[in-house]
C-alpha cells in the first residue's frame, strides 16, 4: 500500500540556520504531496502541497518540490525562525481517493 | 478560512464508560470526514472513514464495536468510544475535506485520558 517515509527527528537548529527535512513515498498512480504543520497544543494546519510532478510547492518560506523520479518532497526553508518550531508531517493523498497517509512526523526546535 | 471543531477538547473519564466526540466543519459541508489516533511522539494513525448517510469504514485492526461513528449530518461527525479503558487513552483528531478547495481540515483534537 501507499507509505510516506520522512526522517527521523527531533532536529535542533538554530536561529537563520537552514531546513531540511527529507520525505519519501511509495504509491500506485499518481499521488498528490502535503506538508502538515503541528504548532504546540494545535490542530494540523496545511502548510504547502503539490499536485502533479515537478510543482514547487511554497508558503511562508517553505518550499518543497514534488520530484518523482526519487519520489521526494524534502521540505526547505533558508532561514529558521523560533516560531517554526513544531512538528511537521509529510502525507501523500492517492489518486482519487480523499483520505491521506501520513509519515511519522519531524519535531523541530528553532533555539534563538 | 475553513474551520473544523472538535469537543470537547479535553476529557478524564473512568472505565467502562462511554465517550462522545463531536466533530464539525463550521463553514463547509463535508460528505466524509475521518478520525485519526495520535500516540505521544508519533504519527496519525487512520482510523475510519465517516460517511454521511452511510456506514463508516473502518481501517484494518479498528474495533467497529469500540470505536462508534456516526455522522448525523453534512457538517457533523461523532465517533463514541465505548467501555473506555486505560489503553484507549490517546489524542483523537479529525479531519474534513473541503472538496471546492481541495483541502483538508483538521480539528484541534481531543485529549482522552481514561483512569
Known amino acids: 500500500g501507499d507509505s510516506v517515509t520522512q526522517m527521523e527527528g527531533p532536529v535542533t537548529l538554530s536561529e537563520e540556520a537552514f531546513l531540511t527535512i527529507n520525505c519519501t513515498y511509495t504509491?500506485?498512480?499518481?499521488?498528490?504531496l502535503f506538508w502538515y504543520v503541528q504548532y504546540p497544543g494545535e490542530g494540523l494546519q496545511l502548510l504547502l502541497k503539490?499536485?502533479?510532478?515537478?510543482d514547487k510547492g511554497s508558503n511562508k518560506g517553505f518550499e518543497a518540490t514534488y520530484r518523482k523520479e526519487t519520489t521526494s518532497f524534502h521540505l526547505e526553508k533558508g532561514s529558521v525562525q523560533v516560531s517554526d518550531s513544531a512538528v511537521y508531517f509529510c502525507a501523500l493523498r492517492g489518486g482519487g481517493a480523499q483520505k491521506l497517509v501520513f509519515g511519522q512526523g519531524t519535531r523541530l526546535t528553532i533555539n534563538p | 478560512g475553513a474551520v473544523v471543531s472538535q469537543h470537547p477538547s479535553r476529557v478524564i473519564c473512568k472505565s467502562g464508560t462511554s465517550v462522545k466526540i463531536e466533530c464539525r466543519s463550521l463553514d463547509f459541508q463535508a460528505t466524509t470526514m475521518f478520525w485519526y489516533r495520535q500516540f505521544p511522539k508519533q504519527s496519525l494513525m487512520l482510523m475510519a472513514t465517516?460517511?454521511?448517510?452511510?456506514?463508516?469504514?473502518?481501517e484494518q485492526g479498528v474495533e467497529k464495536d469500540k470505536f462508534l461513528i456516526n455522522h448525523a449530518s453534512l457538517t457533523l461527525s461523532t465517533l463514541t468510544v465505548t467501555s473506555a479503558h486505560p489503553e484507549d487513552s490517546s489524542f483523537y483528531i479529525c479531519?474534513?475535506?473541503?472538496?471546492?478547495?481541495?483541502?483538508?481540515?483538521f480539528g484541534p483534537g481531543t485529549r482522552l485520558t481514561v483512569l
Open positions: 503539490a499536485t502533479k510532478a515537478d
Open positions: 504509491a500506485t498512480g499518481y499521488p498528490s
Open positions: 479531519s474534513a475535506p473541503d472538496t471546492i478547495t481541495d483541502t483538508q481540515y
Open positions: 465517516s460517511n454521511e448517510g452511510s456506514k463508516a469504514t473502518y
